[in-house]
């Protein structure tokens, strides 16, 4: 785990050589259909404003990040690291990182009750999101830069 970096997905989409789609399913907390899910890569493929980005350790793929830029404001669309590689500071790196690389002001994501502390702790506000699709609580988080 000692080299964490961040790759462009969205060329590799269509020919992906990694188990991404597997990781891609697991971004997402509420159940989804195949169209749903046909269709969130689709957008990133074709939206210029948003970044599909994999998150490699050491030349294997551990995660990715679905982000939209939009006059400096960053919003993290989808974001997962796999199982086995959370709680080791890859996640909290990787959100540092962002403000720097995309010029960012302001960047918020919207978390569950399981990964709204994560956020408080890279010093996130947080409110809590009422009438969501899902059937546990959501939050939005931002943090200004």
Request: proline content about 6%; charged content about 15%; aromatic content about 8%.
């Amino acid at each position: 785990m000692n080299n964490i970096s961040l790759i462009d997905l969205k060329p590799q989409i269509d020919c992906l050589p990694y188990p991404i789609p597997n990781i891609l399913l697991s971004l997402l907390n509420c159940p989804i259909t195949l169209q749903t899910y046909k269709d969130m890569i689709f957008d990133y493929k074709i939206n210029s404003s948003s970044e599909l980005l994999g998150i490699k350790s050491d030349n294997e793929l551990i995660g990715a990040i679905g982000l939209e830029v939009l006059h400096n404001t960053g919003t993290i669309k989808h974001f997962k690291i796999l199982p086995q590689y959370q709680r080791q500071g890859i996640g909290s790196k990787i959100i540092k990182t962002l403000p720097i690389k995309y010029n960012l002001n302001f960047l918020q994501a919207e978390a569950d009750i399981n990964t709204v502390n994560f956020y408080i702790k890279l010093g996130f506000i947080v409110e809590e999101i009422n009438n969501t699709p899902c059937s546990t609580s959501n939050y939005i988080c931002i943090l200004r830069i």
